[in-house]
C-alpha cells in the first residue's frame, strides 16, 4: 500500500532552518504531483508548496522566497528547505500525493519555531 513518511520537523529559533523530507514507498511516485502541507492549532491545512511531476511548483504567498519545494524521483523523495523561519510557520506540516482519483497523506511532522 501508499506510505509516506514525513522526517526532519523540530523545534528551531526564528530565522533558522529545516529540511524536511517525505519518503514515499507503494506507488510510483513520478506521476504524483507532491505537495507539502501545514496546519496549525486552531486553524484549517493549507497548501505550503507543490511540485508537479514535471517540477513545476507553487508556493503559498506567505513562503514565498523562505521555502523551496524539490523532488527526487529516483529516490522516491520530496523535500522542503525552509529558510528564514518564523514563529507563524509553527504547524504540523504533511506530506501529500496526488494523481487523480487518488490523494494520499503522510501522518506528520512537527514544526515549533520559537521567537
Known amino acids: 500500500q501508499v506510505q509516506l513518511v514525513e522526517s526532519g520537523g523540530g523545534l528551531v529559533q526564528a530565522g533558522g532552518s529545516l529540511r524536511l523530507s517525505c519518503a514515499a514507498s507503494?506507488?510510483?511516485?513520478?506521476?504524483?504531483?507532491m505537495g507539502w502541507y501545514r496546519q496549525a492549532p486552531g486553524k484549517q491545512r493549507e497548501t505550503v508548496a507543490t511540485?508537479?511531476?514535471?517540477?513545476?511548483?507553487n508556493y503559498a504567498d506567505s513562503v514565498k522566497g523562505r521555502f523551496t519545494i524539490s523532488r527526487d524521483n529516483g529516490e522516491n523523495t520530496v523535500y522542503l528547505q525552509m529558510n528564514s523561519l518564523k514563529p507563524e510557520d509553527t504547524a504540523v506540516y504533511y506530506c501529500?500525493?496526488?494523481?487523480?482519483?487518488?490523494?494520499?497523506w503522510g501522518q506528520g511532522t512537527q514544526v515549533t519555531v520559537s521567537s
Open positions: 511540485i508537479t511531476s514535471g517540477g513545476s511548483t
Open positions: 507503494g506507488m510510483i511516485f513520478s506521476i504524483y504531483v
Open positions: 501529500n500525493a496526488r494523481s487523480i482519483p487518488n490523494s494520499y
